[in-house]
């Protein structure tokens, strides 16, 4: 048995990684990017999928660490966020904090490295941006647009183009899907910084939805989804999606009706407003589709 301090710490690195809050989003993106690079060229999907997952996972989780890390003191003001944040709470010093991050950031360029010379480019680039968005000297998410579209790159448009880069070259009108996928992530944060809109504002921070306020914030984010939902329309229409697709949520989202809506966003807090509360049955729906898809395109190429 691992002595109590080690075991301490390290749960301490496994809380601040706070996987849970994003896995469910990464694996499907990241596997939807690789799909529509395989299918079309008749590539059998392999341990280079697995292996691009895995490094999207440790670099989302990065991003993660060193939010938690720059954060701290602000998260000592909230009782709630205080108690999560593993440094806030005592169980790991911000110098640990940056020894555990650092490793997770070359564990996560050797994945990358395994795959290919272009998903090693875009996993440095989402580290890059991940170390940017939180640290201090910098700090994206602390600067109107820099913030959203640093978050939307690195926790969706980049986790794409490596499941993608990994098996493919020439996106050609995939970027469309990659876009889309970007701008949903544009709704992510925008709904994060309207759940947080107070707390930033006392922190000091000028992100998007401070400066244009909550009602025109709240008007962007609900205009992400909606171009995020014509160009997807339009991929299917052209046929880079397949139109069979469009079976899996016809028979899929009658059934999420009548599931019960929780009560808390896909991050386990308080829904900030009535979008929060359909989030999970979404990532239940997302994850579906793809599940489908990938046991297609894998069964097909085997």
Known sequence: MLPDTVALKMRGVVRLTRWREYVPF???????GAILAAQPNNIALDWRLAA???ANILAVGYAFMINDIEDAPDDAREAARAARNPITCGELTPRQGWVASLAVAVITLVFYGLVGVWPLIIGALTLALAHLYSWKPIRLKAWPVTDVVSHSLMLSGLLFLAGYFAY???PGLVWLVALAATLLSAYGQLYNQLRDYDMDKAAGLNNTAIVIGKRNAQLLMYSSVAAALILMLYAIYVQVIPLWIVSVPLIVAPILLF????KTDMRGGSSAEFSGNVQVHFLILANTIIAVWLLAVMLRLA
Do not use: E, F, H
């Not at 990464?26 to 939807?32: F, H, R, S």
């Not at 599931?259 to 929780?262: C, I, L």
């Open 26 to 32: 990464v694996i499907p993106v990241t596997a939807l």
């Open 52 to 54: 691009t997952i895995l």
């Open 168 to 170: 493919g070259t020439n």
């Open 259 to 262: 599931m019960r809506s929780p």
